[in-house]
């Protein structure tokens, strides 16, 4: 019998479940992590509104939040959900207002920092461009053709 290992960090483990970051390596995730600020808010928090600039993105480690567009269109997100993480890459207004549903314990993470590490690290850079691409090519093949 081997000996049991512990669980690893919490922030790594959710990281992992992130589209965006799901073809980083642990390595790689720790140091997104790394990065990152965990912060706690009550429900009812608006933590981003459409239309406005963005400057980071959310981790979501626990808890609920629901995106709307124009007040309509919810999507409800959970644990292991990214939100807002186009301003990662690219400085553009909100495309949705994102409301936490109940207590939420979040990773936030600021773009300075991640342009920061994408320049450092060109491994997260092609991870997360591949990503990228993954998400245009489903958002592609599920539009109809005319």
């Known amino acids: 019998m081997g000996t049991v290992r ?3 960090d919490p922030k790594v483990q959710r990281l992992a479940q ?5 073809n980083c390596s642990k390595r790689d995730l720790a140091r997104i ?4 600020d965990e912060v706690d808010v009550s429900a009812g928090k608006v933590l981003m509104r459409q239309g406005e600039p963005g400057h980071e993105a959310f981790v979501i480690m626990d808890g609920r939040a ?3 567009v124009r007040g309509k269109k919810a ?3 959970g644990p292991g959900e990214c939100f807002g ?3 990662l890459l690219h400085a553009a ?3 949705a207002t994102v409301t936490a549903e109940s207590d939420m314990h979040l990773l936030v993470l600021s773009s300075r920092e991640f342009s920061t590490l ?3 690290v060109p491994s997260v850079a092609r991870n997360v461009l591949a990503a990228m691409a993954e998400r245009v090519r489903d958002a592609e093949s599920a539009q109809p053709h005319h």
Not at 18 to 22: D, E, G, I, K, P
Not at 33 to 36: M, V
């Open 6 to 8: 512990g669980r690893g």
């Open 18 to 22: 992130v589209q965006l970051f799901s």
């Open 33 to 36: 992590a790394a990065l990152g």
């Open 66 to 68: 629901k995106a709307s």
């Open 75 to 77: 999507v409800h997100m």
């Open 85 to 87: 993480e186009m301003a």
């Open 93 to 95: 207004p909100r495309s």
């Open 118 to 120: 994408l320049a450092d």
